[in-house]
T-cell receptor, first 112, second 114 residues
Framework: EDQVTQSPEALRLQEGESSSLNCSYT??????LFWYRQDPGKGPEFLFT???AGEEKEKERLKATLTKKESFLHITAPKPEDSATYLC?????????????FGKGTLLTVNP | NAGVMQNPRHLVRRRGQEARLRCSPM?????VYWYRQLPEEGLKFMVY????????ESGMPKERFSAEFPKEGPSILRIQQVVRGDSAAYFC????????????FGSGTRLTVV
């Protein structure tokens, strides 16, 4: 069974204090790893898709990286508006490749 | 707004009543997915539908839950005889089904059973 574990569960940073969120996964064959951002009362908002080990993607202050066992979401010089829950999900290759298996998320709070 | 539209945003039902959740996919998207988010839990897959077809309902409880995506109109997730444990946020996502594009999620329906 596919599994996704995110750590830490919660992270509190000062504005400008860079850090990383971790997503460890177990999947029979990886088709894609997704990062989403979720604000309170809203649905997940797509950030990145990574497909193979070694791949990196960047968007503003966020950079996602992928290895064979985990993914990191690096946040450089965060601002208060980066506060949200960050979700990681995997999509397996094979017959049910439309399903996303999500982790529980990391709640990021950036204080001014 | 060309995004995935879900309504109602909030729904309160008494135990034993029926809940109907609606989802209109993004324009051009013919594939709909429903996910449930329980408190302190991650999003869990429930069902995958295409127009007039249920492709995979393996994540949906066998009793009381049903889903449809008719030829015309929104996708409907129906929960009969709701119980307190059904209280959750229900999210709908859509995709064009091309196997490449990711999913776009709606803002969800928050169901509270009292």
């Amino acid at each position: 069974e596919d599994q996704v574990t995110q750590s830490p569960e919660a992270l509190r940073l000062q504005e400008g204090e860079s850090s990383s969120l971790n997503c460890s996964y177990t999947v029979s064959g990886l088709r894609g790893l997704f990062w989403y951002r979720q604000d309170p009362g809203k649905g997940p908002e797509f950030l990145f898709t990574l497909y193979s080990a070694g791949e990196e993607k960047e968007k503003e202050r966020l950079k996602a990286t992928l290895t064979k066992k985990e993914s990191f979401l690096h946040i450089t010089a965060p601002k208060p508006e980066d506060s949200a829950t960050y979700l990681c999900a995997v999509q397996a290759s094979g017959g049910s490749n439309y399903k996303l298996t999500f982790g529980k998320g990391t709640l990021l709070t950036v204080n001014p | 707004n060309a995004g995935v539209m879900q309504n109602p945003r909030h729904l309160v039902r008494r135990r034993g009543q029926e809940a109907r959740l609606r989802c209109s996919p993004m324009k051009g998207h013919s594939h709909v997915y429903w996910y449930r988010q329980l408190p302190e839990e991650g999003l869990k897959f429930m069902v995958y539908l295409q127009k007039e077809n249920i492709i995979d309902e393996s994540g949906m409880p066998k009793e009381r839950f049903s889903a449809e995506f008719p030829k015309e109109g929104p996708s409907i997730l129906r929960i009969q005889q709701v119980v307190r444990g059904d209280s959750a946020a229900y999210f709908c996502a859509s995709s064009p089904g091309d196997g490449v594009s990711g999913y776009t999620f709606g803002s969800g329906t928050r169901l509270t059973v009292v």
